[in-house]
């Protein structure tokens, strides 16, 4: 069964309507890699999966069960909520570090707040902050950023900042894994060490589903490849099936467009 | 009558007290009261956001020697019940002023945190209670030390408001001494003691500053 189900998810921000149905499934263990140019929507259908828009319609489902469904009109408990929000992780362009926490905070903060409810929390709550902080030092070394622990973000260059960001996501303990163009805001030098987590998450078999300019990468990477353009999912396949023998004249064109520069 | 330097002092420190009173009853109340302002004057609410920015356009917009005689007279006026301290009646004018100008700084310092860090909670499962108090507050905290600072050292030398309801602090006390003895030097004289104040505030402000300066972004 599908890990992530996509259907007829519609969006719109006043009368731009940005996604146009788009319907689709992931499953379990595979990367997909959705491309496209600026304002395709795909970040807007990565942000309405992450729950940081609502969508006007359609139907998510993650692991069997429904985060998101235009057709109900019933109201999703803050638990429900929470355990869905916590099925998938987010890494943004951005980074978004917390800057007055070192790497390891940042990695172990949620999941330190989280284990408060947990009812053994009172009398062991030493042995499980030393449990989750040995947890955060380990998704740190996965990273390669054992030894900045103690750093705050501001000490990291770009590069370092977005592996710290893959390890605070990983720390939760996703199904999914999302990154929305996790190199964009990094200088070309840095974009490999990000591209080598990655493959080496891909590696370990996690499920992630990557927004990306980058072409090689996504070919490389990715088991299956979704080409926005305009809102509508324009083509889907394999690597090979997208870039080396395209149906749709846009994806042709797009593709194109990338192996010439 | 005669008065030596270390009479005029004692008489000065007498009102001295008054004024360091009303300053930290102030900040004490108007440093928490800030903070809902601020979030009904950001609220999506907005009968509660207009009503907010009203209060807080009124109170920033007339002056608070104003605003200290309309707490102290009009409760007395209107509804027959005067104050009977009128240092209380000073204090909740001050408090109710000071709010309203914290409350703006809070306000500009809590807009001006990235939209980023709100999403990287929310996508952390962190409620937004919890994001504020553990993400959000502390670099508010780290941009508004300056502006605050700012503020802080105006309210001493505000205090000083207070004579015109005839609470007797700093000058007020110098003023008696001007009657009293005829001797004009100590209402100068008064300058040391707001200067002394402000200058170890300022030394305080800087410490807090370097403290959190741990860090940037």
Request: proline letters at 4%; charged letters at 20%; aromatic letters at 10%.
């Amino acid at each position: 069964m599908a890990i992530l189900e996509v259907k007829d998810l519609k969006k719109s921000f006043g009368k731009t309507e940005v996604l146009k149905g788009i319907s689709f499934s992931l499953e379990e263990k595979n990367v997909l890699a959705i491309i496209g140019s600026s304002g395709s929507g795909k970040t807007t259908l990565l942000r309405c999966i992450n729950m940081l828009e609502t969508a006007d319609s359609g139907l998510i489902t993650v692991d069997g069960s429904a985060i998101f469904d235009g057709d109900s009109d019933e109201k999703l408990t803050a638990q429900q909520k929470l355990e869905n929000q916590l099925k998938i992780g987010l890494v943004f362009q951005s980074f978004n570090l917390f800057p007055q926490y070192t790497a390891l905070e940042n990695v172990t903060l949620a999941v330190k707040a989280h284990a408060k409810s947990r009812p053994d929390f009172k009398e062991n709550h030493k042995a499980i902050y030393k449990e989750i902080d040995e947890l955060g030092m380990s998704l740190l070394k996965k990273v390669g950023l054992e030894n900045k622990a103690n750093n705050y973000p501001c000490q990291l260059s770009g590069g370092q900042q977005q592996r710290v960001s893959i390890a605070r996501a990983m720390a939760l303990n996703p199904k999914i894994l999302f990154f929305d163009e996790p190199t964009s805001a990094l200088d070309p030098e840095l974009t490999g060490e990000i591209l080598k987590v990655i493959k080496s998450l891909a590696a370990e078999k996690m499920t992630m589903v990557i927004v990306t300019h980058e072409m090689a990468f996504a070919r490389e990477a990715a088991d299956r490849i979704i080409f926005m353009d305009n809102g509508v999912i324009e083509e889907e396949g394999t690597p090979e099936e997208v870039f080396d023998h395209p149906k749709s004249e846009r994806t042709k064109a797009f593709i194109a467009g990338y192996t010439e520069v | 009558m005669s008065i030596d330097f270390i009479g005029v002092n004692l008489q000065l420190l007498d009102g001295f007290k008054y004024t360091l009173i009303l300053f930290f009853a102030t900040l004490a109340a108007a440093i928490p009261l800030g903070l809902p302002i601020a979030f009904g004057s950001m609220s999506r609410f907005k009968p509660i956001r207009l009503i907010t920015r009203a209060f807080v356009w009124v109170i920033r917009g007339t002056p608070l020697m104003l605003q200290v005689m309309v707490v102290f007279y009009v409760p007395g006026l209107l509804f027959g019940m005067p104050f009977k301290s009128r240092m209380a009646a000073v204090i909740i004018a001050f408090i109710i002023n000071y709010a309203a100008y914290f409350s703006e700084i809070y306000r500009g310092g809590i807009e001006s945190i990235p939209v980023g860090q709100y999403e990287a909670g929310q996508v952390l499962g962190l409620t937004k209670t919890q994001t504020f108090f553990k993400v959000i507050l502390f670099q508010v905290i780290k941009r508004i030390v300056a502006p605050m600072s700012n503020e802080i050292i105006t309210l001493v030398k505000d205090t000083s408001l207070a004579r015109v309801i005839a609470v007797g602090e700093l000058i007020m006390a110098a003023q008696d001494i001007v009657s009293v003895y005829g001797l004009l030097w100590p209402l100068f004289y008064t300058a040391i003691f707001y200067l002394i104040f402000c200058g170890v505030l300022t030394l305080l402000f800087g410490k807090l500053e370097k403290k959190l300066d741990y860090y940037r972004g």
